[in-house]
């Protein structure tokens, strides 16, 4: 179906609308496709069964049949983001069984964590995996335990970690609750995929012997969910959210308002709810998350060490609140809700004080409800606001998100004005090197402002991984999994040095993906590779990476994922008879 505006809709024709995110080229029928290998499990099967008689494909990929327990693969060869240090052990490794225990020595925090990884294995393996306060290591145990930085190697930080398995228990030793629990996912990905499944599997579970030591490149490894084009349920994000957990993400930037709707309660304020979320690209329902739901989404994430960032795109991306309220607008009057995909055609009215009564509103509310450091108020495609104007509502606006406590986090166009230099700018441009348009973020790094690399021709996912995927955008061109994987975050743009690099984020737009099956074919396998640049040391090439991605597939299919398999990768599992995630 393509995707267009709804017309009347936008009161400039098409040809006069700048824009970066364009219209997505029309998505082709999926029942008239077949794509390479991929297609979506039954929704929210986790079912490790057999299936039918596995073939192999010339490049290496094995094609149904039973998934895979991915015995004899060594952790090397396993783990995504890589550790900074993987080092074999000699002799024999640790084997869970029904007295196995969960001991915990540390604070509340980090008794949290032993409670969650125990919950988590103890639906597949059957076991009780009881969870105790211990100040030594027993034996036959997952041990858990805080430490002093002096215990630990120097690089370790907040969120680092020492993994030790040997034949009598397994250690996680970290400084932080954050550290423990990046440990535990480390521990899910040397189980037998098996272990992700919500129904008891058959055993053995078991361990190879080694000795892993790993700490993040960056602290920002974040992802960008949309949930104004299509909207996302409560359910839908907090399983987002798992699925960035398992690969070490810490940032959930939840795109909260556009053009086509507005989808947080924001009291004082009611139509931004009761007119401006009913809508949503492809004139379906929308939607919108009261405090109350937005607050259930905050704990989810903080308990899992997953810290949210809100947006509210501005001065551009507005037109949801335009239309809920005409004094807002500069004329008075309020234009029509808007359904299409187009950017660029709307704006705040940068002279009215009421736009900033406005916006204080918001952001004091969103202060309140959201207690990471951070409020994202876009700032990107203000392409109906003039220069001057643009920069003289960045300025105020700066101002405002930090007499309500926060840090600014905006688009890295926000550099054209001048910044405190407390915040961040997320720079998405496909620019490379010291092209046009990459002195937004050499602009922000002069400025000290801290850079979360985005660039869309390597980590925006909703991009094509071909010309048949039937969905997505091309505009910042045919991303496969290799493209998404080969850059670095420091070296994208010429003239950035690490210390200038606060991290990553995989973005994602929702213009053409329904709902999350669509979010998740989209998301894997690229996601993955995202986070491990901002995770693993850049050391790592394309080729050595592959191999260890190649074997996260059967803990996909285990998960219910929805995932493409890519013919970059010689895949250990992947479905038979491969239809699209969804018709369009």
């Not at 104004?228 to 690969?247: G, N, S, W």
């Amino acid at each position: 179906m393509l995707l267009s505006p709804c017309p009347g809709s936008d009161p400039r024709p098409a040809s006069a609308r700048p824009r970066r995110r364009t219209a997505a080229v029309a998505a082709v029928a999926a029942a008239a496709l077949t794509l390479p290998a991929a297609g979506p499990a039954v929704a929210g099967a986790r079912s490790a069964g057999t299936r039918a008689p596995a073939a192999t494909a010339a490049g290496g990929t094995r094609f149904g049949g039973a998934i895979p327990r991915l015995q004899g693969v060594s952790p090397a060869h396993r783990l995504v983001p890589a550790p900074a240090s993987v080092k074999d052990v000699s002799g024999a490794g640790f084997r869970f069984g029904r007295r196995t225990l969960v001991a915990v020595d540390g604070g509340a925090h980090a008794v949290q964590v032993a409670r969650g990884i125990a919950h988590e294995l103890r639906t597949s393996t059957g076991f009780s995996l009881r969870v105790v306060k211990r100040s030594h290591a027993p034996r036959n145990a997952l041990v858990l335990r805080i430490r002093p930085a002096s215990k630990l190697p120097a690089a370790t930080a907040a969120e680092g970690y020492r993994l030790v398995v040997s034949p009598t228990r397994v250690v996680i030793d970290a400084r932080a609750a954050a550290g423990l629990f990046h440990g535990t996912q480390t521990l899910r990905q040397l189980l037998p995929p098996q272990v992700e499944s919500h129904r008891r599997q058959p055993g053995p579970w078991k361990l190879a012997a080694v000795r892993i030591t790993d700490h993040p490149r960056f602290r920002y490894r974040g992802a960008m969910l949309d949930v104004v084009r299509h909207f996302m349920t409560v359910a839908e994000v907090k399983r987002y959210i798992d699925h960035m957990t398992l690969y070490k993400l810490n940032r959930l930037h939840l795109h909260l308002s556009d053009d086509q709707g507005w989808r947080i309660q924001i009291k004082g304020w009611p139509r931004l709810t009761s007119y401006g979320a009913t809508t949503e690209v492809g004139n379906g329902p929308g939607g919108y998350y009261t405090q109350a739901q937005y607050s259930s989404i905050v704990r989810y994430a903080a308990k899992r060490f997953v810290t949210v960032i809100p947006e509210i795109d501005s001065p551009a991306h507005t037109n949801a609140a335009l239309a809920s309220y005409p004094k807002l607008n500069c004329n008075g009057q309020a234009p029509p809700l808007y359904t299409g995909i187009e950017v660029g055609f709307s704006s705040l009215c940068i002279s009215k004080p009421i736009t900033y009564r406005f916006l204080d509103d918001v952001v004091r509310q969103l202060a309140r409800l959201t207690p990471g450091p951070y409020l994202d108020l876009g700032g990107d495609e203000a392409h109906s606001t003039s220069h001057a104007d643009y920069v003289r509502f960045v300025q105020r606006l700066e101002p405002i998100v930090r007499r309500h406590g926060k840090r600014l986090l905006g688009w890295a166009e926000t550099s054209a004005a001048h910044l405190s230099g407390t915040g961040l700018a997320e720079y998405w441009n496909p620019a490379t090197g010291s092209a046009a348009g990459t002195e937004t973020a050499t602009n922000a790094a002069k400025q000290g402002v801290g850079l979360v690399m985005a660039p869309a021709s390597k980590a925006y996912l909703d991009m094509k991984y071909t010309e048949l995927t039937p969905m997505g955008q091309s505009w910042a061109g045919i991303v496969e999994v290799s493209d998404s994987y080969d850059w670095d975050p420091v070296t994208f743009v010429s003239g950035i040095k690490e210390s200038d690099v606060n991290g990553v984020e995989a973005p994602v737009w929702t213009e053409t993906l329904k709902d999350l099956r669509d979010v998740e074919y989209m998301a894997f396998p690229r996601l993955p590779g995202v986070a491990e640049k901002g995770w693993s040391p850049a050391r790592h090439s394309w080729s050595e990476y592959r191999s260890r991605l190649a074997t996260q597939s059967p803990r996909w299919e285990v998960m219910g994922v929805n995932y493409y398999c890519s013919p970059q990768v010689d895949w250990r599992y992947c479905r038979t008879n491969p239809t699209a995630p969804a018709a369009k």
